[in-house]
Each structure stands twice: as C-alpha cells, then as structure tokens.
C-alpha cells in the first residue's frame, strides 16, 4: 500500500530528490544569482522538479546558520521544515514531501501529529527525516546540548517507538522511558500510509548507521573516495540492515549540479561562486562546527575542503552532460538507490537536467520516462 503511493519506493534505479530548499542550499558564496528561500521561489524549484517526476523533496533543519555575530548573515535564512513541507505538499502532486525534524528538539506527540498532517495533506506522499542534530549553535537556541552519538541515538530510538505507538496504537498508551514520559498516548487519525510514513535517517557515526539499518527506509550517508570507497559506504548500510536486521533499505546521497557544454566551463564556473566568490565566513564558521580543526591539516587539504563545503558540499556534478551521466551510472552501479540534487541557481539547474541528463538516464534504463512507470 505505502510502496504504491509514495514515490520514493517506485521502480526506477537511480531516485532523484532535491535537497534543503526549504533554507538558503548548502552553496556557501557570495555570487549575487544564489538561491534565496522565499516562498514563492521554492514552491516554484519544488514544484519544477515534482512535474519532472523527481521522488523526494527533503527540507533542512537547522533554526540558524553557523555565523556568529552576524544576524543579518543569509545562512540564518530557513524555512520551518514542517509547516513549509505541509504548504509544499498541498501544492504538488508526486514527490514525496520529507520534513526533517531534529530529535531532542521535538516531541514525540508533535511530530507523531505533524507527520501524519502531512501523510493527509498530501495523500499518502509524507516521509520523515529524523536526524540527532550535532550543531551546538543550534542547539543553544532551545538550552539543550548536543549529546555524545551513544546517548543521542539511544534517545532516538525511544522516540522512534513512541512514534510507532502513537501511528499504529488505537488504544490509550504509556510510555516511561530514559528521555521520555506519555501519559494517555492517543494520536487520531491515523496516518494514510500503512504502516506509517517511510523514515529517513542520516547518522554516519556506528550507532547512527545502526539506527538507520534498524529502523529507517532511506539511510542519507556521504560519498567520498573512490568507486571502492563509496562501494564499502553504501553497503554498510545495506548488509548490516541484511544480516542483522533481516530488513533492505535504500541508500542515497546529495550532490551539487554544475553542468555545462565543456568540462572547462563547467569547472570555471563552479570555480567562480565556490572560490572567487566563497562565503569564507560561512565556510569557516561552518567546519568549525563539524568540529573540524583546519590549522591541523595540510594547505592543500584545507582548500580542498573549503572548496567543497563553498561548492554545496556532498558529490560532485560538475561537467558535460556525459561526464555527470557517467558518474551517477558508476553511483548507481555501486548500489546507491537515490541522489538529492543542490546548485547555486536551482531553476536553471532543472532547465538542463530536464534536457540533457533526464533523457540520458532514461536511455541508459536508469528511470522510466514520468508517466511511464509500471
Ligand atoms: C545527507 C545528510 C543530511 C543531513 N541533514 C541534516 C539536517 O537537516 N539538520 C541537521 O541538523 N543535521 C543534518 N545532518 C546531520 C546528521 O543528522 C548527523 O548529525 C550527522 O550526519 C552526524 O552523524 P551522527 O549523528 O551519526 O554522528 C545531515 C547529514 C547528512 C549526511
């Protein structure tokens, strides 16, 4: 029932998704043409990308950005992910619409709610990212601090089957756990997803990958290293869930889009706004609170790594339509099930991944033409 009614399980090989539209996109420069969250520009990419017939579109949580000191910075700028992600839904007619809530910021009962409203509001097409957080600065903003990834995910846990209890109890419930109390537990009605809404998770620690193995549909993870790396990567999570939990689970990542009609023009662009044009405030800012100490690393490495996070952070798309088909061919061929897309203009990033890579991936047996899908 839920495998019929929510994109992110249909039959094409590579899923595609867009990534945090909901804030400003992990492009961290300056470049005048970047991305702003208004309403009326995201509604306008999601809404793009729902007709193209991408799977999912997945909101960022984060309240504020890295900046200190700088309200006026636009990494602050985001959109609550579960009241845009409702709006988003009722404007759209195919994605799966993924709000993203970070676990010792909430309550069971809301996002119990929330979730379910969503599940309603779009007809079967919700899904939930629930992610432990790991920014300090965020988490300063509610007077809690981030915990160590045993206590974080043991929490995680909890909540999770207390939210199994409210989506699927239809008598009263208690609940009294380490980090959680319910008293009289109802949640009514039910979601329309049976037997709830497919769950995301993104821990990359060992217990956050367990969790996701345990309990989640989709584990986000990153993409790094060679073909044999991102092999080892995305089967940690598929044979652990195999082996150990007698369950499969999907696994996919984010990459930022550059694509031009020359390799060269690619890179001079991606050149221009993660360079020329880098955020170094926000990048700093940012690694710092990955808790990543850049005096300790070698220049060549530090620039590397600021490049990146300036870029979008996540996997390169940067080249000709051939070169990104041929990467995303080798990702699917590695197991990787789906991949969130993020660029500094989104629009025109859509513009040509409908024209040159969409018919590229059809051709190569990777996704049915929309419309077409059994
Ligand atoms: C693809 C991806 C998306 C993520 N999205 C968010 C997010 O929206 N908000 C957030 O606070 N953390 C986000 N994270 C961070 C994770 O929740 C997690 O804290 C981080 O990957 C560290 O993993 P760990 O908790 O297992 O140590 C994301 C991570 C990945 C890999």
Same mark, same amino acid.
């Given at each position: 029932?839920?495998?019929?009614?929510?994109?992110?399980?249909?039959?094409?090989?590579?899923?595609?998704?867009?990534?945090?539209?909901?804030?400003?996109?992990?492009?961290?420069?300056?470049?005048? !043409?970047?991305?702003?969250?208004?309403?009326?520009?995201?509604?306008?990419?999601?809404?793009?990308?729902?007709?193209?017939?991408?799977?999912?579109?997945?909101?960022?949580? /984060?309240?504020?950005?890295?900046?200190?000191?700088?309200?006026?910075?636009?990494?602050?700028? $985001?959109?609550?992910?579960?009241?845009?992600?409702?709006?988003?839904?009722?404007?759209?007619?195919? /994605? +799966?619409?993924?709000? +993203?809530?970070?676990?010792?910021?909430?309550?069971?009962?809301?996002?119990?709610?929330?979730?379910? +409203?969503?599940?309603?509001?779009?007809?079967?097409?919700?899904?939930?990212?629930?992610?432990?957080?790991?920014?300090?600065?965020?988490?300063?903003?509610?007077?809690?601090?981030? !915990?160590?990834? !045993?206590?974080?995910?043991?929490?995680?846990?909890?909540?999770?089957?207390?939210?199994?209890?409210?989506?699927?109890?239809? !008598?009263?419930? @208690?609940?009294?756990?380490?980090?959680?109390?319910?008293?009289?537990?109802?949640?009514?009605?039910?979601?329309?997803? @049976?037997?709830?809404?497919?769950?995301?998770?993104?821990?990359?620690?060992?217990?956050?990958?367990?969790?996701?193995?345990?309990?989640?549909?989709?584990?986000?993870?990153?993409?790094?290293?060679?073909?044999? @790396?991102?092999?080892?990567?995305?089967?940690?999570?598929?044979?652990?869930?195999?082996?150990?939990?007698?369950?499969?689970?999907? &696994?996919? +990542?984010?990459?930022? &889009?550059?694509?031009?009609?020359?390799?060269?023009?690619?890179?001079?662009?991606?050149?221009?706004?993660?360079?020329?044009?880098? $955020?170094?405030?926000?990048? #700093?800012?940012?690694?710092?609170?990955?808790?990543?100490?850049?005096?300790?690393?070698?220049?060549?490495?530090?620039?590397?790594?600021?490049?990146?996070?300036?870029?979008?952070?996540?996997?390169?798309?940067?080249?000709?339509?051939?070169?990104?088909?041929?990467?995303?061919?080798?990702?699917?061929?590695?197991?990787?099930?789906?991949?969130?897309?993020?660029?500094?203009?989104?629009? #025109?990033?859509?513009?040509?991944?409908?024209?040159?890579?969409?018919?590229?991936?059809? #051709?190569?047996?990777?996704?049915?033409?929309?419309?077409?899908?059994?």
């Amino acid at each position: 029932m839920r495998e019929k009614r929510n994109a992110i399980f249909s039959s094409n090989r590579l899923k595609l998704g867009l990534f945090c539209h909901n804030a400003t996109v992990p492009q961290m420069s300056r470049a005048p !043409e970047r991305y702003y969250p208004t309403w009326d520009r995201s509604l306008e990419v999601v809404r793009r990308a729902d007709s193209m017939g991408f799977e999912a579109v997945v909101s960022l949580a /984060s309240y504020r950005g890295p900046v200190q000191k700088s309200p006026e910075h636009c990494s602050h700028m $985001d959109l609550e992910p579960f009241t845009w992600a409702s709006a988003i839904g009722a404007l759209t007619k195919h /994605s +799966t619409i993924v709000a +993203t809530v970070h676990v010792p910021l909430s309550s069971p009962a809301f996002v119990a709610k929330a979730t379910t +409203t969503i599940d309603h509001v779009t007809g079967g097409r919700a899904a939930l990212n629930l992610v432990a957080g790991a920014s300090q600065i965020i988490f300063d903003m509610f007077g809690k601090t981030v !915990e160590s990834p !045993e206590i974080r995910y043991d929490r995680l846990e909890e909540f999770f089957d207390i939210l199994h209890s409210f989506w699927t109890k239809h !008598e009263e419930f @208690d609940h009294s756990g380490t980090f959680y109390k319910v008293l009289g537990g109802v949640s009514v009605p039910k979601p329309l997803q @049976d037997p709830f809404p497919p769950i995301i998770n993104a821990g990359v620690s060992e217990r956050g990958s367990d969790f996701a193995a345990k309990s989640a549909d989709i584990a986000f993870t990153h993409i790094r290293g060679t073909q044999k @790396d991102w092999k080892v990567t995305i089967g940690s999570y598929k044979n652990r869930a195999r082996d150990i939990y007698n369950r499969d689970i999907q &696994v996919w +990542t984010h990459g930022y &889009v550059v694509i031009r009609d020359t390799q060269d023009e690619a890179e001079r662009y991606l050149k221009y706004y993660s360079q020329d044009f880098a $955020d170094d405030r926000w990048v #700093k800012a940012w690694i710092r609170e990955l808790g990543e100490n850049l005096s300790e690393l070698r220049p060549a490495q530090r620039i590397h790594i600021e490049g990146a996070w300036a870029a979008g952070g996540g996997f390169p798309l940067v080249g000709t339509p051939d070169s990104v088909l041929e990467k995303l061919i080798l990702l699917s061929e590695s197991g990787l099930d789906g991949i969130l897309l993020t660029a500094l203009e989104p629009e #025109k990033m859509l513009d040509g991944w409908e024209r040159e890579i969409m018919p590229r991936l059809e #051709k190569e047996g990777m996704r049915f033409p929309f419309g077409d899908l059994p």
